[in-house]
């Protein structure tokens, strides 16, 4: 996992201690923590115990642990059920049928549609360095990670946002053997959705992490922001900086992790870029500006950034050591590294 929350994976932090009474003097952890293992990817919820809530006489109500894995398991049956939706294997996701090869108007679930539609902008908006309608090489991938130059050259004929078209709910394809691949949003997708349910859950603040990604919500007591740790490459649990962020999520992709395809000839993206990590308040939207910006490298990251078509901040550590953040990360202060 590339990223961590500072007063969860650095146990040394104080410990993450508060007060269970004003006269008691008790001491209690500040989260409930969990995981799942979802084979790819481990989603871990930090919860906090406090409901910032007090009894009739005054003292602190916090929530039981059974409460809160009550909540946690809610948030694995939301995770799944966002994977299962984009899945373009499953017979009974949207995509699946979308991906047929057939010339047809296909009626899809008002969700799909618009993360379909969110993901053709952002194709757009990144001059295809972000491109979903790549199934036909992905499958091809699949069957063969080396195929013949001609089969590829074919399935890169079936790629590209003009082969799928959207009006209304309804999803047609002007190449029927075009396929949508959301793949590299599928972090994004389903992180979305995990923090809406918590957003509208009990839990007054938390964060979660999934894979190389984290999102935090609600307020943390005296509006502190939340602290998340973008680890280095080298395998150990040691930071490279930290984001300072009160809302919205960090995604990181990097060379360590298999960095990003390259969307015009299907080979690995070739970056100046060591790592990125994107901070966005659109978790779809940051999930594919990380793979999108790692593939650019970080003159065109750049351009992207200045032309303001999709707002984020990025910080890039460049191949050569050095490491820059984008000039609204740099005024606000979201950014710190670590000190040697």
Same mark, same amino acid.
């Given at each position: 996992m590339n990223i961590f929350l500072r007063g969860a994976a650095l146990l040394c932090v104080a410990a993450v201690l508060f007060s269970l009474g004003a006269c008691s003097g008790e001491q209690r952890e500040e989260y409930y923590e969990n995981s799942?293992?979802?084979?790819?990817?481990?989603?871990?919820?930090?919860?906090?115990?406090?409901?910032?809530?007090?009894?009739?006489?005054?003292n602190r109500i916090y929530f039981t642990n059974d409460e809160l894995?009550?909540?946690?398991?809610?948030?694995?049956?939301?995770?799944?059920d966002a994977l299962r939706a984009i899945d373009p294997a499953d017979s009974a996701s949207d995509l699946f049928e979308i991906n047929q090869p057939v010339d047809a108007i296909f009626d899809i679930d008002a969700q799909i549609i618009d993360l379909l539609d969110r993901s053709l902008a952002l194709a757009d908006a990144t001059d295809g360095f972000y491109q979903p309608v790549f199934g036909s090489v992905t499958q091809l991938l699949q069957e063969n990670s080396q195929p013949d130059a001609a089969l590829?050259?074919?399935?890169?004929?079936?790629?590209?946002?003009?082969k799928i078209a959207i009006e209304g709910n309804s999803v047609y394809k002007t190449d029927p053997l075009?396929?949508?691949?959301?793949?590299?949003?599928k972090n994004g997708y389903a992180l979305e959705k995990?923090?809406?349910?918590?957003?509208?859950?009990?839990?007054?603040?938390?964060?979660?992490t999934l894979g190389s990604c984290a999102g935090v919500f609600g307020t943390k007591p005296e509006g502190d922001p939340f602290e998340i740790g973008i680890l280095a490459d080298a395998g150990e649990a040691s930071a490279e900086g930290y984001a300072h962020i009160d809302s919205g999520y960090v995604f990181v992709v990097s060379d360590a992790l298999g960095g990003a395809i390259n969307y015009t @000839? &299907? +080979?690995?993206?070739?970056?100046?870029? /060591?790592?990125? !990590?994107?901070?966005?308040?659109?978790?779809?939207?940051?999930?594919?500006?990380?793979?999108?910006l790692y593939a650019m490298g970080y003159d065109r990251g750049l351009e992207l950034y200045a032309?303001?078509?999709?707002?984020?901040?990025?910080?890039?550590?460049?191949? @050569? &050591? +050095?490491?820059?953040?984008?000039?609204? /990360?740099?005024? !606000?202060?979201?950014?710190?590294?670590?000190?040697a």
């Open positions: 799942y293992n979802a084979g790819d990817d481990v989603l871990s919820a930090y919860f906090a115990y406090d409901t910032m809530e007090e009894d009739t006489d005054g894995e009550e909540i946690f398991d809610a948030c694995c049956d939301v995770y799944a590829l050259e074919e399935a890169l004929s079936h790629t590209g946002v003009d075009a396929q949508a691949d959301l793949t590299a949003l995990i923090i809406a349910y918590l957003q509208e859950s009990s839990v007054v603040y938390g964060f979660v @000839d &299907g +080979s690995a993206a070739e970056s100046d870029l /060591a790592k990125v !990590a994107v901070l966005s308040e659109d978790a779809v939207a940051g999930d594919a500006l990380a793979h999108a032309a303001g078509a999709v707002p984020f901040e990025a910080v890039f550590y460049l191949k @050569d &050591g +050095s490491v820059e953040v984008t000039e609204g /990360a740099y005024r !606000a202060g979201v950014y710190s590294a670590v000190k």
